[in-house]
């Protein structure tokens, strides 16, 4: 298996500009978070999905955060319009349903997003 | 509200120096416990994990922790480190039969060879 698969590994990008980050969850997997990791915040749950419904997104900061999940195998965050203090390094993890397998999360290799 | 405490920040050792990372959480109901390892630019991998049975848990690279359900905590341990072990160690928790994962702060580990 590949594992959890983001992209872009890194984006760089002005203020104000849309940006989309991307996820491809482990396959048979139906719990997927998106996970934001800054220094001065340590690492911040945004929003979780179960089967491909959003189950808890008090995590995400404010509205100029969206998150979807169409399908079991992709589920994308987007910031519009960016800020500055939005750059950080943006994880994506999933997990097995509970009993078939184990309660760890699989995190992705993450997305490092600079907004100038 | 559930937390999840790491008391170090920042810890230094040298090569074959014996180490021990605190971790507290506060919680009373049943929980699965884990440590995540962060290498400087990669993603979290799980070192080890506890969810029930034997409370000292191996995990990979020769480390393991040991649960007490009695001081709520799970320290990570290893008796002897190395330089590669320089990373930045996370200890989770999740509260059985929901969602929620609870992550400490992280320790970062610097290792001097």
């Known amino acids: 298996d590949a594992g959890v698969i983001q992209s872009p590994r890194h984006e760089v990008t002005e203020m104000g500009q849309e940006v989309t980050l991307r996820c491809k969850p482990i396959?048979?997997?139906?719990?997927l978070f998106w996970y934001r990791q800054t220094m001065m915040r340590g690492l911040e749950l945004l929003i979780y999905?179960?089967?491909?419904?959003?189950?808890?997104d008090s995590g995400m900061p404010e509205d100029r955060f969206s998150a979807k999940m169409p399908n079991a195998s992709f589920s994308t965050l987007k910031i519009q319009p960016s800020e500055p203090r939005d750059s950080a390094v943006y994880f994506c993890?999933?997990?097995?349903?509970?009993?078939?397998?184990?309660?760890?999360?699989?995190f992705g290799p993450g997305t490092r997003l600079t907004v100038l | 509200a559930q937390s999840v405490s790491q008391h170090n920040h920042h810890v230094i050792l040298s090569e074959a120096a014996s180490l021990e990372l605190g971790c507290n959480y506060s919680y009373g109901g049943t929980v699965n416990l884990f440590w995540y390892v962060q290498y400087p630019g990669q993603h979290l991998q799980l070192l080890l994990k506890?969810?029930?049975?034997?409370?000292l848990v191996k995990g990979i690279k020769g480390f393991e922790a040991e649960f007490i359900k009695s001081k709520f905590s799970f320290n990570l341990r290893k008796p002897s480190v190395q330089w590669s072990d320089t990373a930045e160690y996370f200890c989770a928790v999740n509260l059985v039969g929901t969602y929620k994962y609870i992550f400490g702060t992280g320790t970062r580990l610097k290792v001097l060879a």
């Open positions: 993890a999933s997990r097995s349903p509970p009993g078939l397998g184990s309660n760890e999360q699989f």
């Open positions: 506890y969810f029930s049975g034997d409370p």
């Open positions: 396959s048979g997997h139906n719990s």
């Open positions: 999905f179960n089967n491909n419904v959003p189950i808890d």
